[in-house]
Every structure is written in structure tokens, then in C-alpha cells.
T-cell receptor
Framework: SQQGEEDPQALSIQEGENATMNCSYKTSINNLQWYRQNSGRGLVHLILIRSNEREKHSGRLRVTLDTSKKSSSLLITASRAADTASYFCATLNDYKLSFGAGTTVTVRA | SAVISQKPSRDICQRGTSLTIQCQVDSQVTMMFWYRQQPGQSLTLIATANQGSEATYESGFVIDKFPISRPNLTFSTLTVSNMSPEDSSIYLC??????????????FGPGTRLTVL
């Protein structure tokens, strides 16, 4: 079942700009993960942040986690047209993933 | 990471019929999962499929509607039975895989897009 919410629901930015999206969740977690989905296809795993971590980087991606607020953010820097996709956060508790509602990002050339 | 394939990639079916979706992984995994993604929605877990035992279904999903097989550690099937237009969704399988130093994560197949007329 969906555990949390993401905002914004949709985001439109110019190529080269940064995109930030937020995720909130409700229960304790083992880790939080971000996935990307292009045009209703399979999900691509982007980055994982453990519950005892506060920030993590991977290439142009930066993820933060605030367990006291039960929230996370994903920042994509220097966006490209190929970043156009839906982005989902998912929390792992035991072995089950619970997904947020997702943020649809459109990067305009 | 694991490489996962699904068959078929898409299908259009008539109401009242059934469709079996296959999921193949390139390595042995203990836990496999089946998700549904309704149009414009997020993913919802249908069931967890472990080899050698019956699948565990989430609330709102029943075995009669979504029978699952898990004959070995690299393969699983999900059947969508007695389909109605409300079953039109993308169905995705995933596997639980440990990430070195990071805990567990799930890798997803490319999905099966099902349209029921």
C-alpha cells in the first residue's frame, strides 16, 4: 500500500535547471529509495539512503533524509531532456516497498 | 543488480479471459514480488512469491483472482483471471537483492501493459 505522499505532483523546468521533489512517509523504515519510470515502463533504481544517513550523492542526484520529519527530498541538478520521467520514492520496511504517489518531471529543451 | 525480463510486454484481452505473465531473473533470488500500477497511479504490491511456499497476498488481492506460481529461484508467473476492464494496468515483477553495504533493494522488470476490453 502507498505509505506516503510526494510533492509536487508535477514539475516542469527548463533544461539546465535543478529539479527538487519531496517525499513524506508514515512509519519507521529500513531505508528509502528513489526510482525513475519513463513513459509507463519499468522502474529504474536511482539511489538508496539508509535510515541512519542524512544525505547521499550519486552523479547529478542528491538525496536527503530527515527521519524526525519522516521526509526525503531528491534533487536533480543540471537537468536534461532525458530526465523527463516520473519519479517515485519508496520506503523499505522489512522486505516490502511502499511507494509514494510520484512526481512527474518534464524538462523542456 | 539483477536483470529481469517479462513476457508479454503488452497484451489486449477480452473481458472474462485470463492472462499469464512470466517473470525471469538472470540469477537465483529468494523473494520475488508482483505489483500493479493502474493508469496514472503509483505501484501497489499484489503479493510476495517465495519458492517452495504459497504466495503471500496483500489486502485487497486474492489467490483466485491473481494465482501465482514460483517453481524455482529464477522464475515466477502471475495470472490475471476472469479479467474486467478494471484490471487494465501495468503489472511489474521485482526481486529483492542485497546492495553491498546499503541493505536491500528491489529491482524491477520492464512491466507488462495489459488492456482489457
Amino acid at each position: 500500500s502507498q505509505q506516503g505522499e510526494e510533492d509536487p505532483q508535477a514539475l516542469s523546468i527548463q533544461e539546465g535547471e535543478n529539479a527538487t521533489m519531496n517525499c513524506s512517509y508514515k512509519t519507521s523504515i529500513n531505508n528509502l529509495q528513489w526510482y525513475r519510470q519513463n513513459s509507463g515502463r519499468g522502474l529504474v533504481h536511482l539511489i538508496l539512503i539508509r535510515s541512519n544517513e542524512r544525505e547521499k550523492h550519486s552523479g547529478r542526484l542528491r538525496v536527503t533524509l530527515d527521519t524526525s520529519k519522516k521526509s526525503s527530498s531528491l534533487l536533480i541538478t543540471a537537468s536534461r531532456a532525458a530526465d523527463t520521467a516520473s519519479y517515485f520514492c519508496a520506503t523499505l520496511n522489512d522486505y516490502k516497498l511502499s511507494f509514494g504517489a510520484g512526481t512527474t518531471v518534464t524538462v523542456r529543451a | 543488480s539483477a536483470v529481469i525480463s517479462q513476457k508479454p510486454s503488452r497484451d489486449i484481452c477480452q473481458r472474462g479471459t485470463s492472462l499469464t505473465i512470466q517473470c525471469q531473473v538472470d540469477s537465483q533470488v529468494t523473494m520475488m514480488f508482483w505489483y500493479r500500477q493502474q493508469p496514472g497511479q503509483s505501484l501497489t504490491l499484489i503479493a510476495t512469491a517465495n519458492q517452495g511456499s504459497e504466495a503471500t497476498y496483500e489486502s485487497g488481492f486474492v489467490i483466485d483472482k491473481f494465482p501465482i506460481s514460483r517453481p524455482n529461484l529464477t522464475f515466477s508467473t502471475l495470472t490475471v483471471s476472469n479479467m474486467s476492464p478494471e484490471d487494465s494496468s501495468i503489472y511489474l515483477c521485482s526481486v529483492l537483492t542485497p546492495m553491498a553495504g546499503d541493505g536491500n533493494t528491489q529491482y524491477f522488470g520492464p512491466g507488462t501493459r495489459l488492456t482489457v476490453l
